[in-house]
T-cell receptor, first 114, second 112 residues
Framework: NAGVTQTPKFQVLKTGQSMTLQCAQD?????MYWYRQDPGMGLRLIYY???????DKGEVPNGYNVSRLNKREFSLRLESAAPSQTSVYFC?????????????FGPGTRLTVL | GNSVTQMEGPVTLSEEAFLTINCTYT??????LFWYVQYPGEGLQLLLK?????DKGSNKGFEATYRKETTSFHLEKGSVQVSDSAVYFC???????????FGAGTRLFVKA
C-alpha cells in the first residue's frame, strides 16, 4: 500500500495563478482532510470530507476550494494564489470506524507564491 | 472550543537523556488524545494514542498517560536517541466530530 500520496511535491506560483493539489489514498478510508502547516502554528484545517460526496470548511477555508472526486481522491484548488498561501500543505485520511480515528498523512506539498 | 497547548521548543537533549514534552488540553466530554511525530521533510505519523481516561499509550519507548483530572497528556521517553530528533505534535479529537486539533509542535534535537 502506498498510503496517502500527494502531487506535486514542490510548486512555485506567481500571484494570481491557479493550481490544484492532488491527493489520493489507497486504504479505503472514509474521511479526508487538507491542512496547511506554517512555522510556529502547527497544522490548521482548511477543508475536510467526512465521507464521499460531502465537504465542509475547516478553520482557514478562504481562498481554497476542494473536490472529493471519489472515495480515494480529494483535491485542493487555489483559484488565485496569494503570497499568504505560501505554506506546506498536507493531505490526510482516516477510517472513522469507531475508535479508529487516527489520521494518516501524505508527504506534503511545499508551495511558494511569489 | 477545544484546544491543545504544548510546551514550546526547541528542546535540546544529549543522547540517553530523559524526555518530557508537556501537553494540556481543553475539551468537553471525553476526547481521544494523540501524539504525532514529524521527521524532517516528511508528513506526520501517529506515535501513540489514548482514547479514555487513565489509558496509557506507548510506542517505540515513548509513553503518555491520559490524565482527565489534570487535562494532560505528557509525552515521555526514558532514554532518547539521535534518531528521535523530530517535531512532536500533541492532538485532540473531540467526541462526535471529524476535526482533530493540533498543538503548535515541539521540536526536539538530540545530540550524540
Amino acid at each position: 500500500n502506498a498510503g496517502v500520496t500527494q502531487t506535486p511535491k514542490f510548486q512555485v506560483l506567481k500571484t494570481g495563478q491557479s493550481m490544484t493539489l492532488q491527493c489520493a489514498q489507497d486504504m479505503n478510508h472514509n474521511s479526508m482532510y487538507w491542512y496547511r502547516q506554517d512555522p510556529g502554528m502547527g497544522l490548521r484545517l482548511i477543508y475536510y470530507s467526512a465521507s464521499e460526496g460531502t465537504t465542509d470548511k475547516g478553520e482557514v477555508p478562504n481562498g481554497y476550494n476542494v473536490s472529493r472526486l471519489n472515495k480515494r481522491e480529494f483535491s485542493l484548488r487555489l483559484e488565485s494564489a496569494a503570497p499568504s498561501q505560501t505554506s506546506v500543505y498536507f493531505c490526510a485520511s482516516s477510517a472513522e470506524t469507531g475508535v479508529d480515528n487516527e489520521q494518516f498523512f501524505g508527504p506534503g506539498t511545499r508551495l511558494t507564491v511569489l | 472550543g477545544n484546544s491543545v497547548t504544548q510546551m514550546e521548543g526547541p528542546v535540546t537533549l544529549s543522547e540517553e537523556a530523559f524526555l518530557t514534552i508537556n501537553c494540556t488540553y481543553t475539551a468537553t466530554g471525553y476526547p481521544s488524545l494523540f501524539w504525532y511525530v514529524q521527521y524532517p521533510g516528511e508528513g506526520l505519523q501517529l506515535l501513540l494514542k489514548a482514547t479514555k481516561a487513565d489509558d496509557k499509550g506507548s510506542n517505540k519507548g515513548f509513553e503518555a498517560t491520559y490524565r482527565k483530572e489534570t487535562t494532560s497528556f505528557h509525552l515521555e521517553k526514558g532514554s532518547v536517541q539521535v534518531s528521535d530528533s523530530a517535531v512532536y505534535f500533541c492532538a485532540l479529537r473531540g467526541t462526535g466530530g471529524f476535526k482533530t486539533i493540533f498543538g503548535a509542535g515541539t521540536r526536539l534535537f538530540v545530540k550524540a
